[in-house]
């Protein structure tokens, strides 16, 4: 089965760059996509097809691939952006998503 | 406006059977893919199944496979789960969620979800 590899957390001070991994065989040459999701809520779209960003999503979120890693970066993190943030991606009829990671800020 | 809600949720004994509905609203499920993605209780995202935009195509996680199925009703605008011989670990927040147009275009809507506890 497919995995999808995230740190469990990262803590960041407000105004500073989180970044969060996910790391997987089946990223290679795929699109990933990035869900923020807080607690008692749904989660939300934040990133498609690895750096694309839907509607009223800020600019501070962006995303990278390289190889079998993706990554999100969140410039300028907000307390706003505290959650957890769960990466995703599709491969021969089957989606998988990452461990998740929580993100902190102190 | 956009929007996903699903009903059915519940208490089941092992073994039971649920059906999970989910009402569109503001979009067509005929132009759409849709996607069911639950959340057991303080763990993470569990991709579960997916129906194309066309009702032809189907897939399941492995976890699932055999017991559960998803269906649609264009009429009335419904996506469906089917969920059978259920067992403890299926014990989760199942959301109903719309793919993006476009290429792996993301999961975009998602409704608030629907609970299901399976215990005897």
């Known amino acids: 089965s497919y995995e999808l590899t995230q740190p469990h957390s990262v803590s960041v001070s407000p105004g500073q760059t989180a970044r969060i991994t996910c790391s997987g065989d089946i990223l290679e040459n795929k699109y990933t996509s990035w869900y923020q999701q807080k607690p008692g809520q749904s989660p939300v779209l934040i990133l498609y097809q690895n750096n694309r960003r839907p509607s009223g999503i800020p600019e501070r979120f962006s995303g990278s691939n390289s190889g079998n890693t993706a990554t999100l970066t969140i410039s300028g993190t907000q307390a706003m952006d505290e959650g957890d943030y769960y990466c995703?991606?599709?491969?021969?009829?089957?989606?998988?998503f990452g461990t998740g990671t929580t993100v902190t800020a102190l | 406006e956009v929007q996903l809600v699903e009903s059915g949720g519940g208490l089941v004994q092992p073994g039971g059977s649920l059906r999970l509905s989910c009402t569109a609203s503001g979009f067509s499920l005929v132009r759409y893919s849709m996607i069911w993605v639950r959340q057991a209780p303080t763990k993470g995202l569990e991709w579960v199944s997916y129906?194309?935009?066309?009702?032809?195509?189907?897939y399941y996680a492995d976890s699932v496979k055999g017991r559960f199925t998803i269906s649609r009703d264009s009429v009335n605008n419904s996506l469906f789960l089917q969920m059978n011989s259920l067992r403890v670990e299926d014990t989760a927040v199942y959301f109903c969620?719309?793919?993006?147009?476009?290429?792996?275009?993301?999961?975009?809507?998602w409704g608030q979800g629907t609970t299901v506890t399976v215990s005897s």
């Open positions: 969620v719309r793919e993006g147009a476009g290429w792996r275009a993301g999961m975009d809507v």
């Open positions: 995703q991606a599709w491969d021969t009829s089957t989606y998988v």
């Open positions: 129906i194309s935009y066309s009702g032809y195509t189907t």
